[in-house]
């Protein structure tokens, strides 16, 4: 390989390279220094900077205030230190007077060192001397106390004490402005006085609450009009703190009185929290003054609900409390700041929602009491009523009239709210502009509380058995046609909560009416008349193309559709369902085992199937048949312990899956299920009469199937080869197998063998995949059985470690030729996949 230029002359020209670079370096850097010079003319250069160039640009210059506050601040240190020192050592020898007076010598020095240090521009050193001047100044107020006023209470001492200091540290800020610390350690000083006053008068609870919104206030005021940002921010941190530290007080005084005069100052608290909070909020950022305007919405609630609720039981406290969350709505046209509406809002919907979650359980015991009836299958119509058959009757349903109540005023403001959406959207414009999804949740909020409220009513009103029967089928009704109404107009967020509010009814109603058996046949009926009507209504149903509105992007379009779809299926398959249970009760009434009763329970796939064709085209049709099917695997498995029976009923599956198969759409899964079924009949049917020679009946079948695919394959050479000769050929070898595997003779295993081997060896012959894989697999089987006792002993006569050592070589070679292992069974794949 020859070099382009030759090593040589690329080495000196490296070299001239590097020479130029160095050059140029040290030019750059003496016009660095000279432009440093003139920036900064008055400071000290050092002379020479040799190592400049090699180790990288040259470090900043030390200016000499830099030097000089280094300097000062080492000294206050050293000074510090000695301080100390003197203090551990010399302290003892000294009086509480002489004491006295090296503090107050020191603070004044201390106190006076900043201004000078100021002046001299060492902001730095001003400001540790100020700290040191700070905790001197803590420690003349206690030498104070002992040496003036010894005998004085230490709390109310400390309250004067911490008083006199954020004043003084107030001052001290406000003359040496550019000073920080004292300003923020006067802040922090002024929590303290009046708790600490509350705490020497061993005043009360609500003298404390007082004491900390006071502070609060201050605190706000200090935030709003203080001096600096850092000023402004602790004296933020510290009206929080110390307000939600005082309206909590109040509230759990407000919470706990038992008479209205009692919840009196408790609310005069929360209203002065309220009002501090919103005179903060006027001036604050958006953030905070949203905040402020929830904490000043929740402080009015709780003020006016804990007088109206004062000595009533908790669990019907909640409406007060309610309406008072519902009455600050009306803030939205106060002349607030738009943050502060909105904080009212926001304050107005938490209370809404928790009274809400208030009413939740007693809505859950409504729904889930319902599975109790599953023990008690028509045990008789229940004592006690509706309460009776939920289990319920033993809780204080008193103590909870107020759930429905809350739910159905929550449920009807807001469908107050969706109907008159857009005069209330103009009026509460000026604080909030909600868009078009928030009316969809009004209003499916709306009809999910509405539902609730009516699904606990009859529990609450202790409805008899068939009077809450027949409230809850009204409501299922009621709610479907509200979804029917939603859905037909499109994807509406309210049909869609309407649907999944009437599918839960109807399951809690279901499982009520199991109580008895009339009422199962009425109350199921009327649920598949009501779910059929509401499919039927849904079936036509399509996402419209256009609207008033823009139009969807293509991915929200499909999940549109595809919500459509599923929300149409819903009651479909819920009229199957029912009809499910109908078809169940009906074996029930007429005294049918549960094997005998599963012909009765095939009726509901059969009307399935019909409805399968009917539906042609439609979304639901899939959904529909499906459940069918599912009816089905119920037969089946009610009538698993009767082997005869059982053939009988696949048999019924197998019709009914033929049927399925006429329609072309259906034909590749049905075909072969239908197949499938019939022979798994057969030799269901064989095997429970107790046939010892299955080929008797088996042959006659296989010989005309394969005739009759054989004509197929002529006709159209293109077919499969299962479709042709896959029945037929299984219809005898697996029953002749399993019969094999049991048989002691050898004939049976040996003819078996050979016929396979034909089998397999025509298939290979004429690339007929059926035949090759039929014949091998059972020839395979059948071999495995003849040898298995062989192969036992023999295993049995070698060492233990022998198959190990046999599995590992096998693993290794296998390990070793992988690749070509891989590429054999790929090429195997594709030859079978050629195949018909």
């Given at each position: 390989m020859e070099h382009v230029p030759p090593p040589a002359e690329e080495l000196a020209l490296?070299?001239?390279?590097?020479?130029?670079?160095?050059?140029?370096?040290?030019?750059?850097?003496?016009?660095?220094?000279?432009?440093?010079?003139?920036?900064?003319?008055?400071?000290?250069?050092?002379?020479?900077?040799?190592?400049?160039?090699?180790?990288?640009?040259?470090?900043?210059?030390?200016?000499?205030?830099?030097?000089?506050?280094?300097?000062?601040?080492?000294?206050?240190?050293?000074?510090?230190?000695?301080?100390?020192?003197?203090t551990l050592v010399s302290w003892g020898h000294l009086g509480i007077g002489g004491r006295s007076a090296v503090l107050g010598v020191v603070t004044g020095a201390a106190l006076f060192a900043p201004v000078v240090l100021l002046r001299r521009g060492l902001p730095a050193t001003a400001e540790s001397l100020a700290a040191l001047?700070?905790?001197?100044?803590?420690?003349?107020?206690?030498?104070?106390?002992?040496?003036?006023?010894?005998?004085?209470?230490?709390?109310?001492?400390?309250?004067?004490?911490?008083?006199?200091?954020?004043?003084?540290?107030?001052?001290?800020?406000?003359?040496?402005?550019?000073?920080?610390?004292?300003?923020?350690?006067?802040?922090?000083?002024?929590?303290?006085?009046?708790?600490?006053?509350?705490?020497?008068?061993?005043?009360?609870?609500?003298?404390?609450?007082?004491?900390?919104?006071?502070?609060?206030?201050?605190?706000?005021?200090?935030?709003?009009?203080?001096?600096?940002?850092?000023?402004?921010?602790?004296?933020?941190?510290?009206?929080?703190?110390?307000?939600?530290?005082?309206?909590?007080?109040?509230?759990?005084?407000?919470?706990?009185?038992?008479?209205?005069?009692?919840?009196?100052?408790?609310?005069?608290?929360?209203l002065m929290g309220a009002v501090i909070a919103v005179s903060g909020a006027r001036r604050a950022p958006a953030g905070l003054a949203v905040a402020g305007g929830v904490v000043a919405?929740?402080?009015?609630?709780?003020?006016?609900?804990?007088?109206?609720?004062a000595g009533v039981a908790w669990d019907c406290s909640v409406p007060a409390y309610l309406l008072c969350g519902v009455a600050l709505l009306v803030g939205v046209r106060a002349p607030l700041p738009r943050p502060v509406g909105q904080g009212l809002v926001w304050a107005s919907s938490i209370v809404t929602v928790g009274a809400v979650l208030a009413a939740a359980p007693t809505v859950g015991l409504s729904l889930m009491g319902t599975v109790s009836q599953l023990a008690r299958v028509w045990s008789g119509m229940p004592e006690g009523g509706v309460r009776g058959a939920l289990d319920v009757e033993g809780l204080a349903w008193s103590r909870m009239a107020a759930a429905p109540v809350v739910l159905l005023v929550v449920s009807g403001l807001l469908g107050t709210v969706y109907r008159s959406w857009a005069?209330?959207?103009?009026?509460?414009g000026p604080v909030l502009s909600p868009g078009a999804a928030w009316r969809g949740a009004a209003g499916a909020g709306a009809v999910a509380l509405g539902w609730a409220g009516f699904t606990v009513l009859p529990a609450m009103l202790g409805m008899s058995y068939a009077a809450a029967l027949s409230v809850q089928l009204a409501l299922a009704a009621g709610v479907f046609?509200?979804?029917?109404?939603?859905?037909?107009?499109?994807?509406?967020?309210?049909?869609?909560?309407?649907?999944?509010?009437?599918?839960?009814?109807?399951?809690?109603?279901?499982?009520?009416?199991?109580?008895?058996e009339a009422a199962t046949y009425a109350v199921?009926?009327?649920?598949?008349?009501?779910?059929?009507?509401?499919?039927?209504?849904?079936?036509?149903?399509?996402?419209?193309?256009?609207?008033?509105?823009?139009?969807l992007p293509s991915v929200q379009t499909a999940r549109a559709v595809r919500a459509l779809q599923i929300a149409q299926a819903v009651p479909a398959c819920g009229a199957v369902v029912c009809g499910m249970v109908l078809a169940r009760a009906v074996g029930a009434s007429l005294g049918l085992a549960g094997d005998r009763a599963a012909p009765v329970m095939l009726a509901v796939p059969a009307v399935t199937v019909l409805l399968g064709a009917r539906l042609q085209g439609l979304p639901s049709a899939l959904p529909v048949e499906l459940t069918g099917a599912v009816a089905g695997v119920a037969a089946v498995a009610m009538a698993v312990t009767d082997r005869p029976f059982l053939a009988l009923v696949l048999a019924l599956c197998g019709v009914l899956a033929a049927g399925t198969a006429v329609r072309a759409e259906r034909r590749p899964v049905a075909g072969y299920l239908a197949m499938a079924l019939f022979v798994l009949a057969a030799w269901l049917r064989l095997s429970a009469s107790g046939v010892?020679?299955?080929?008797?009946?088996?042959?006659?079948?296989?010989?005309?199937?394969?005739?009759?695919?054989?004509?197929?394959?002529?006709?159209?050479?293109?077919?499969?080869?299962?479709?042709?000769?896959?029945?037929?050929?299984?219809?005898?070898?697996?029953?002749?197998?399993?019969?094999?595997?049991?048989?002691?003779?050898?004939?049976?295993?040996?003819?078996?063998?050979?016929a396979a081997l034909v089998i397999t060896l025509s298939g290979a012959r004429l690339r007929l995949q059926a035949l090759l894989l039929l014949g091998g697999a059972v020839l395979a089987l059948d071999a495995l059985h003849e040898l298995a006792?062989?192969?036992?002993?023999?295993?049995?006569?070698?060492?233990?470690?022998?198959?190990?050592?046999?599995?590992?070589?096998?693993?290794?070679?296998?390990?070793?030729?992988?690749?070509?292992?891989?590429?054999?069974?790929?090429?195997?794949?594709?030859?079978?996949?050629?195949?018909?």
């Open positions: 490296l070299e001239r390279e590097l020479a130029w670079l160095d050059a140029r370096r040290s030019q750059l850097l003496a016009r660095r220094a000279w432009l440093l010079s003139v920036l900064t003319p008055n400071v000290a250069r050092p002379a020479t900077q040799p190592f400049a160039a090699p180790f990288g640009p040259p470090a900043a210059p030390v200016g000499p205030r830099s030097a000089q506050n280094a300097l000062l601040t080492l000294g206050g240190l050293l000074l510090t230190i000695a301080a100390i020192a003197f001047a700070s905790v001197l100044m803590v420690l003349d107020a206690y030498a104070l106390h002992r040496v003036a006023v010894p005998a004085a209470d230490g709390r109310g001492f400390a309250a004067v004490a911490a008083a006199v200091l954020a004043v003084l540290w107030g001052g001290y800020g406000l003359l040496l402005d550019r000073l920080r610390l004292p300003l923020l350690l006067a802040v922090m000083s002024a929590q303290l006085p009046l708790l600490l006053w509350a705490w020497a008068a061993g005043a009360g609870t609500t003298a404390f609450g007082w004491a900390l919104l006071v502070t609060a206030a201050s605190d706000c005021a200090i935030a709003v009009w203080g001096k600096g940002v850092a000023v402004r921010v602790t004296s933020c941190v510290c009206c929080w703190a110390t307000g939600l530290l005082g309206l909590l007080v109040a509230l759990a005084q407000s919470v706990s009185a038992d008479a209205a005069s009692a919840a009196v100052m408790p609310g005069l608290l929360l919405g929740l402080c009015g609630v709780a003020a006016v609900g804990g007088v109206l609720r005069r209330l959207v103009r009026v509460a046609a509200v979804a029917v109404r939603g859905l037909r107009r499109g994807m509406d967020v309210v049909g869609l909560t309407a649907l999944v509010c009437g599918s839960v009814g109807t399951v809690s109603t279901g499982m009520l009416s199991l109580a008895a199921f009926a009327v649920l598949l008349v009501v779910s059929g009507v509401a499919a039927v209504m849904l079936g036509g149903t399509e996402v419209p193309a256009a609207r008033a509105m823009p139009p010892s020679a299955p080929e008797a009946y088996t042959l006659p079948v296989t010989v005309p199937a394969l005739t009759v695919g054989v004509l197929r394959r002529r006709r159209d050479p293109e077919a499969s080869s299962w479709t042709a000769y896959g029945a037929g050929l299984a219809a005898t070898l697996v029953p002749s197998l399993f019969t094999a595997w049991f048989d002691p003779h050898w004939i049976r295993p040996l003819l078996l063998g050979a006792p062989y192969v036992a002993q023999v295993l049995g006569a070698l060492p233990r470690w022998l198959p190990l050592a046999v599995a590992g070589a096998l693993l290794l070679t296998i390990g070793a030729t992988y690749e070509q292992r891989l590429r054999d069974a790929r090429r195997l794949k594709k030859t079978l996949g050629r195949m018909r």
